[in-house]
């Protein structure tokens, strides 16, 4: 009678390492999916992060140039005021 529980709680544990193992394998699957699923959105963050970090060069270079430009412009128009200015001090 022994050797049947003996038996019988042999088979009941392994067939719960069996569950256990299913178990864990499922888990592990489930956890390479999702660390799977983060690499994928880290990726589109960095790609993001690239185009924004361009995006953003461009932008400021415009900025520099614009200023540039105005800069340039500003003086012009001083220069003109400046030379207006003498001409007609010097009319009178």
């Given at each position: 009678m022994k050797r049947k529980e003996e038996a019988k709680l042999r088979k009941r544990n392994?067939?719960?390492?069996?569950?256990?193992?299913?178990?864990n394998e499922e888990?592990?699957?489930q956890m390479r999916k999702e660390l799977q699923k983060a690499?994928?959105?880290?990726?589109?963050?960095?790609?993001a992060e690239e185009?924004?970090?361009s995006q953003?060069?461009?932008?400021?270079?415009?900025?520099?140039?614009q200023a540039?430009?105005?800069n340039a412009r500003l003086l012009s128009l001083i220069d003109?005021?400046?030379?207006?200015?003498?001409?007609?001090?010097s009319a009178c």
């Open positions: 392994e067939e719960l390492e069996r569950v256990l193992r299913k178990r888990r592990e699957e690499w994928e959105r880290l990726r589109v963050a960095e790609e185009t924004l970090c953003l060069g461009e932008l400021e270079a415009e900025s520099v140039h540039c430009e105005y003109q005021l400046s030379r207006a200015t003498h001409q007609s001090a």
